[in-house]
């Protein structure tokens, strides 16, 4: 594998649900993002982990729960979601050193939530 | 706050010809990056151009240059002789800081739909 992976690739829930999506780098980084992508509106930066440590929490409701065990996991778990939360969500990961030090981004879950 | 403005949602150019998209931004901070992304119909987010604010020259990597005007803020891609392949979502963002040793938070325009035609 290379590059940043995500899994699953689509996913449907029912709101009582527990699930959880995993993102995996295979690129020796050691940040790590969360995104949200609703039709229609700018991604959504949700969770940043730098070296495991969670540095950013952008106002998520707590039925998103993130964790990273380490830097090249990540995983968010899903709880008791609404239909609104029904999104495309990316994981992206980057270097902490460097001028630019671009995210790189796994190619997403689709999830829908009934 | 950082602010983002991508006011085409869509465009189209033929195959052969170039295009420019327009992004806008609005910041504070002296010291910012800024990024341009394609996605894809299958999702992913494929990094294409860095331009730092203290660069002094226009990035340019292969096909994709970045028109970068400080004082109008504003930094269009610009995609050289189109191909089918380049249809897809165009993403303009920006990061607070140039020069970071830590993570990252971009903030992401709206985006522009590319349709390159025969």
């Known amino acids: 594998e290379t590059g940043v992976t995500q899994t699953p690739r689509h996913l449907v829930m029912g709101m009582t649900n527990k699930k959880s999506l995993k993102c995996e780098q295979h690129l020796g980084h050691n940040a790590m993002y969360w995104y949200k992508q609703s039709a229609k509106k700018p991604l959504e930066l949700m969770f940043v982990?730098?070296?495991?440590?969670?540095?950013e929490n952008n106002s998520v409701p707590s039925r998103f729960s993130p964790e990273c065990p380490n830097s090249s996991h990540l995983f968010l778990h899903l709880h008791t979601l609404q239909p609104e939360d029904s999104a495309l969500y990316l994981c992206?990961?980057?270097?902490?050193?460097?001028?630019?030090?671009?995210?790189?981004f796994g190619p997403g879950t689709r999830l829908t939530v009934l | 706050a950082q602010k983002i403005t991508q006011t085409q949602p869509g465009m189209f150019v033929q195959e052969k010809e170039a295009v420019t998209l327009d992004c806008t931004y609005d910041t504070s901070d002296p010291s910012y990056g800024l990024f341009w992304y394609k996605q894809p119909s299958s999702g992913e987010m494929i990094f294409l151009i860095y331009q730092g604010s203290y660069d002094q020259q226009n990035a340019t990597e292969g096909r994709y240059s970045l028109n970068f005007q400080k004082a109008r803020k504003s930094a269009n891609l610009v995609i050289s002789a189109s191909q089918l392949g380049d249809s897809a979502m165009y993403f303009c963002a920006m990061r607070e800081a140039e020069y970071t040793g830590t993570a990252s938070k971009l903030t992401f325009g709206t985006g522009t739909r590319l349709q390159v035609t025969l």
């Open positions: 982990y730098n070296f495991k440590e969670q540095t």
């Open positions: 992206a990961s980057s270097h902490l050193a460097g001028n630019n030090n671009e995210q790189f």
